[in-house]
């Protein structure tokens, strides 16, 4: 009976080891020298070097900071043009009757088929001649389209939530006089907290975490964001400043990471709440 209660928690822990090792590595791998890096595998380095920080963050013309608050731009507008949209679009297929609904709503679940990098040539194009690419803000092909509803995941996570709202609230707002959008405003609205949450994480974390079509659309070093900046260590010889890569590599996870943990407990409750829990 012991073994049997001890086998659980030891087999998550081991799990929790060979999920955290690499991360757990590059926090150690932030304070080694250059050649340590190459030669110590181990985790912790054999002679301390917290220069790594200052080096990465003013390794370039433009400071390291400056890549943040680019991130933090283009992932705050992403969170609130997906949380807009998406919920405004959940809302037609859930509460309203059109024509083809069921047709719309299966071309858009379709598009969670296709890859994104299928459509990157495309979309490329298509910005190049409205001006966007190299424009006075190149950060428009990253977040208008975002405008239109393009995320098929959180539609879909937001209509399997209002699907399990009552039509009753919506019939006793109509008594009272609401038209459509006022069911939206005072009933849908209020109790779509938990999936505005979960969109809200999420977008986060996949614009903050985002790489190629960063690096696709951003050619001004003072507009690129932290993922495509990392890239800079890397010269056109093949040569590495690894030590400050991975310390910015560390403080890039920082915010991710904090975000998660602060809105853990509303993001599980957005995903089970929106029919998607097991």
Not at 34 to 46: A, F, S
Not at 210 to 215: C, I, N, P
């Amino acid at each position: 009976m012991t073994l049997q209660r001890l086998a659980r928690p030891l087999t998550l822990v081991l799990l929790s080891a060979v999920v955290l090792y690499p991360l757990v590595w590059m926090l150690g791998s932030s304070f080694k020298s250059q050649e340590e890096v190459l030669n110590n595998m181990g985790i912790l380095p054999n002679v301390w070097t917290p220069g790594n920080y200052s080096a990465g963050w003013t390794n370039f013309d433009v400071s390291f900071g400056r890549f943040f608050v680019n991130s933090a731009l283009v992932a705050g507008l992403t969170v609130v043009a997906n949380c807009v949209s998406c919920l405004l679009a959940a809302y037609a297929f859930a509460r309203l009757k059109f024509k083809l609904r069921g047709f719309w709503f299966a071309i858009m679940i379709g598009t969670l088929l296709l890859p994104g990098h299928v459509l990157i040539v495309p979309q490329f194009v298509m910005f190049k001649t409205f001006g966007w690419v190299g424009g006075d803000w190149p950060y428009a092909p990253l977040i208008v389209p975002q405008l239109l509803a393009t995320e098929a995941f959180f539609v879909f996570l937001m209509v399997q939530f209002m699907r399990g709202v009552p039509r009753e609230l919506d019939e006793a707002a109509i008594i009272d006089g609401c038209t459509p959008f006022g069911v939206f405003r005072h009933v849908i609205l209020p109790l779509s907290r938990p999936a505005l949450v979960s969109t809200a994480i999420f977008s986060f974390i996949w614009t903050w975490n985002d790489f190629f079509r960063q690096l696709v659309y951003l050619s001004d070093l003072e507009k690129y964001t932290a993922p495509v900046a990392l890239t800079l260590f890397i010269d056109s010889s093949g040569q590495s400043s690894v030590g400050p890569m991975f310390a910015m590599s560390v403080l890039s996870l920082a915010p991710v990471f904090l975000f998660f943990v602060a809105f853990q407990r509303l993001l599980v409750e957005g995903i089970n709440t929106s029919g998607l829990k097991g």
